[in-house]
DNA sequence: CTGAAAGCGCTAACAG
DNA sequence: CTGTTAGCGCTTTCAG
């Protein structure tokens, strides 16, 4: 049996308040000599608290409920990995709910969720385009949780939290004007998932780029895939059959899709055909020709996530913040000039 | 405030007793009549149990905990991923931990792990090489988190749970092999962290193989790396250095960086070199060259892990059980007969 | 069939 | 400075 506070007040002669102030630490109305003793006996048997008594009586842990998208992804295990870092740092322990890159399904999520009594949430989960009604909704069913919520997309939730965006309607324009500068037409494009606000965003963007180079948009050009290699793989001969010279997939993902298409077409990326992704995850740079993409600085947002959870649990404020990180092109061997 | 179990007590003019006892149903002692009202007022008030009260007093729970190591590693996420994916299904939660790939700092985390009552942990970090002390103090102290435990290696644990191994000497074998029989000799190895057991079968399936196709292992042809490309990166001029045919990766995250090596020293895979890889990450397959690599089947290797804690949680046996996953060649466009 | 009561491990008033 | 006490939300005997 795991030794308890009881134990150690057992052991030590006093009483078992004495004992938790004691090892808080939290009040100095505990005479040194006890607190010593008291921390020596509690080393000695390798106490450690139970954090469900703790949270039983707190109302609240240092438990952080972290849910996203599928970990296949290195964009998003890239993002995972720098919140876990400094949730550990900090002490935190994290509770990881990775979902499938499907839409829906919240709705049981968060009745889980409400079981568990975490300190907080970081939602990185895909914001999905929704109307006022269902906005308010999915508001009213996280707010519920009673606690701080991080976001990685502009939910527009009433509770404290922060929401951690990213610029990608100047991602897609950033992408799709490179192509334009460097005399691309007929720029085919890879979407995501339909129904994710990220898409759309990043879609706008493309548009308005060509809007601005005067090319009238054209919706054949668009084909939309899920974000996974295959779908990039899927796209490659629906696009070239529109014969596009440049295509922009809306993921660092569906590029390599398209990268493996086009070797076993026998069409030369750059030579016959640009590519530019979005992301930049650590593959892009590996390949035989490194990936042109948009970074979207992870490492960062992970960390920003990570660090206002810990700051929300620990000082309790309420307010909603709010903070955009911008894209970067990194322009690498992928793209070149349109030759024809 | 959430509902509690009170709440729907008093809605319902009935005992937490009663309630208690109509909603987990485990119970035929309530009658039809007020089991039904409880669950209808519970549903109308959206109730769910609060974890922490309950682990508290049934002194376990259905959180797992997942030590693995650092997610940007394709091969530990995909791992994480199967995983998870079962546990959910089995509504259980997880605790990641994830760790970078350093040795040591055990110590601290099993401590940290004592305080959360978890129903069973996995323990998917690599295993580090040992002596009998060692092995019984780590053995000491895992069991003393007192929950089965599954790992990913032979740890020669004596709680309750599962090694899930893989048969790292007979893919290092097959590795080896291969290069032998396209006429290879001197064959070079960036091998992985030092200090990991893992590590070491490998390089033992490498030097059987050498021996049997009677070729002197030369200590000078290993470049000891740590698992990420950048090692890779680095390895590559060494070996090159050392006039070596082929290379012989222990992961493909560093063949990825002799990859990009090649890439930057004009040499060409396979045509200068051939290149082996183990893993066979999903990556492996788009590079320009596809890898030949060792296919370790991680989807099943997680899927078995998720499986077994949930089982041993469920039915509270305590056997320690031991499965071996083999290696498979996947024989693709990096390697080939030497022609000098 | 149902209620009362004890207790899981811990914290936080409130007394002393 | 330290002990007593009342609970946090839930399960589980044990009576009725």
Redesign the interface.
């Given at each position: 049996m795991?030794v308890t506070i009881k134990d150690i007040a057992r052991e030590c002669g006093v009483s078992v308040a004495t004992v938790s102030l004691a090892l808080s630490g939290k009040s100095n109305r505990i005479s040194q000599a006890t607190r010593q003793k008291v921390i020596a006996v509690a080393e000695k048997y390798?106490y450690?608290?139970?954090?469900?008594?703790v949270?039983?009586v707190k109302q609240k842990?240092r438990?952080i409920t972290m849910v996203s998208n599928?970990?296949?992804n290195?964009h998003i295990?890239?993002i995972?990995?720098a919140v876990?870092?400094v949730l550990?740092k900090n002490?935190c322990?994290?509770?990881?709910?990775?979902l499938e890159s499907e839409p829906g399904g919240d709705r049981d999520l968060i009745?889980?969720m409400?079981?568990?009594?975490m300190g907080a949430v970081i939602w990185a989960k895909s914001l999905e385009i929704m109307d006022e009604q269902q906005t308010q909704q999915l508001d009213r069913e996280i707010t519920g949780l009673?606690v701080p919520v991080m976001t990685m997309d502009q939910y527009r939730l009433s509770c404290p939290g922060i929401d951690v965006c990213f610029d990608y309607r100047e991602g897609g324009y950033l992408a799709a004007r490179h192509l334009l500068e460097l005399g691309h037409r007929r720029i085919g494009c890879v979407a995501g998932t339909r129904s994710f606000q990220v898409t759309q965003d990043r879609l706008d963007g493309y548009r308005q780029a060509l809007a601005e180079f005067s090319v009238e948009y054209d919706p054949e050009l668009i084909y939309y895939g899920n974000y996974t290699?295959n779908s990039g793989y899927e796209a490659f001969p629906y696009l070239m059959g529109q014969k596009v010279t440049a295509i922009f997939s809306m993921n660092d993902e569906m590029a390599?899709?398209l990268?493996?298409a086009a070797?076993n077409y026998g069409v030369k990326i750059p030579q016959d055909i640009s590519v530019i992704g979005f992301d930049n995850v650590?593959?892009a740079?590996?390949?035989?020709?490194p990936l042109t993409t948009i970074r979207v600085p992870v490492e960062e947002m992970g960390q920003m996530l990570g660090e206002k959870a810990v700051e929300f649990i620990d000082t309790g404020k309420t307010e909603r913040e709010k903070i955009v990180y911008r894209p970067q092109l990194m322009l690498r061997a992928s793209t070149r000039k349109i030759t024809r």
């Open positions: 795991k390798k450690t608290p139970n954090n469900a008594a949270s039983l842990s438990m599928d970990l296949t290195p295990s890239a995972v990995m876990s870092r550990e002490n322990g994290m509770i990881s709910r990775f009745s889980r409400s079981s568990e009594n009673g290699m390599f899709g990268y493996r070797r650590p593959f740079d590996v390949m035989e020709v």
